[in-house]
């Protein structure tokens, strides 16, 4: 018997509307809102405008706001449908008709579309999660409704066309009663959302295909502008190379297909955003870097092909052969990250370049950067904290170049001494004093209490050593003597120079 012969029907299941309550699960603030922004440039949108609305400092409500070429009623209601895959593009960053459900519901409880295209009627949709994980209901909103959001649209952005998503009822937002601690999430949520995006879409950012910007406001008082444009950071945006044979392509093969791995080595020892991102370290984000229609899904890891060391957080790989995805690397529908397929991970491990470089000997490069430049790293002895008077831009520097030792730490204050004079040590009060008569040279705008930073810089290179001992001994006498005299003599000249 054939194994059609023993079909007597075919019935139609329907999805169960249970299952929206776990869409989004895996979604951060910064993933979910990331999906959204793709829809936009799916639409065409040239602006995106991000607001992150707040009463009594929780944050209470996300508007996604685009100029794209919008949708009318059927787009929309295909749009609010769970799982509904329209024809994509090769050019299009959807990929699962999931991605407007799951990003909002991992975070809100009700998602309302406005939207308008051109020629026809401004339209309105809202899904409220508790009645859609029911029985999948959407309501439709009023046209008039909707043509004030396309007037809103025409002020934020230059274009009643275009889509305005909002989420109200936000969960996973601070709930606690600290006002302080509130504005603290808030703001540790904005710095990871402009580095998120920031990296995620930097080449579009950086092309001026796409501006993004950010709005942090009280909900009802959010001024008509678009908030602050988000910057791009470049994943590989190193001013020279760490090796001299890379950045290099290798060619990992799998049956007929030709993938192109671009294999990158960071100096060493860098300390630039781009290296780092987000305010997480540069080690963090070695690995692979996939690419798709210059969106980058994956943010650096190995992905099982190599383990992770910090000898080799100098390497990265640029991947972004679309005909890649899919057969060789699965994308989870957040686009948080791919796995790669077993076939894949064979295809890299045989990866070559044209000079026979393999992947192994990439890594082993790397590592060699990076030990070579740490075997000539001098362990430098502690110094006292600076504090009061420098700024504290410069104090964190110094605190990342040096350990601190215990115990009071020293200041850099002004004050009035006579004329010739630039400079005193007060080492029981653990000061080193300025002569405000020469403060104009250094701070032609007025002082602050943290201005001249890189003359106080200067200074405190040259004397904290004096303030780390119990007693001046007679070469810190000698050494500020010193000090006194040619800086009292060069504050002289420079204000004589300067015609002050």
Partial sequence: MRAEDDVVERIKLAPDAGLVKGLGANHTLESAIADLVDNSIDAGASRVTIRLLTQNDRLSQVEVIDNGKGMDAAAANAAMTIGHQRVYSDRD??????????????????????????GATPIGRRIRRADFSKDFTCEVLSADAASERAADRQILLGSEEGTSIVWTDVRNAYRGRSHDEARSWLSTRNE?????????????????????????????????GPGVPILPIDPFGYATSGH?????????????????????????????????????????????????????????????????TPARQLARVVLEDTGAIGPFVTMNPEKSGLKFEPVFHDAINKAEASDGTTFLTFLQDAE?????????????????????????????????????????????????????????????????????????????????????????????????????????????????????????????????????
């Avoid at 799951?102 to 975070?107: D, L, N, Q, V, W």
């Fill in 192 to 224: 990871a959302l402009r580095s998120h995006l920031g990296v995620t879409f930097h080449r579009l950012i950086a092309a001026k295909q796409l501006r993004i910007d950010v709005l942090i406001d009280e909900l009802g008082e959010a001024f008509a």
């Fill in 244 to 308: 001299p044979e890379y950045p290099k392509d290798l060619t990992a093969k799998a049956g007929d297909t030709r993938v192109k791995l671009r294999c990158h080595v960071w100096p060493a020892k860098s300390d630039v955003t781009g290296f780092r991102i987000g305010g997480k370290t540069g080690d963090q984000f070695q690995g692979f870097y996939i690419y798709r229609n210059d969106r980058l899904l994956q943010i650096g890891g190995w992905s099982d092909t190599a383990t992770p």
């Fill in 368 to 500: 060699s950067i990076y030990t070579d430049a740490n075997k000539r790293k001098r362990r430098r002895r502690p110094a006292i904290r600076p504090d009061k008077g420098i700024a504290p831009a410069v104090r964190k520097r110094i605190g990342s170049e040096l350990s601190f030792i215990d115990g009071d730490p020293v200041n850099v204050k002004w004050r009035r001494m006579p004329a010739g004079e630039f400079l005193d040590v007060d080492h029981p009060g653990k000061t080193l004093w300025l002569n405000s008569r020469y403060r104009s040279l250094f701070a032609p705008d007025g002082g602050s209490l943290n201005d001249a930073p890189v003359l106080k810089a200067l200074l405190y290179l040259l004397s904290h050593h004096v303030f780390e001992g119990q007693i001046l001994g007679s070469r810190d006498k000698d050494e500020i003597a010193l000090w006194k005299s040619v800086l009292g003599a060069a504050a002289t000249t420079e204000e004589h120079m300067r015609g002050e």
């Fill in 93 to 118: 960053l959807g990929h699962f008709g999931m991605g407007l459900k799951a990003a909002s519901f991992g975070h809100s409880d009700v998602l309302t579309v406005w939207s308008t295209s051109y």
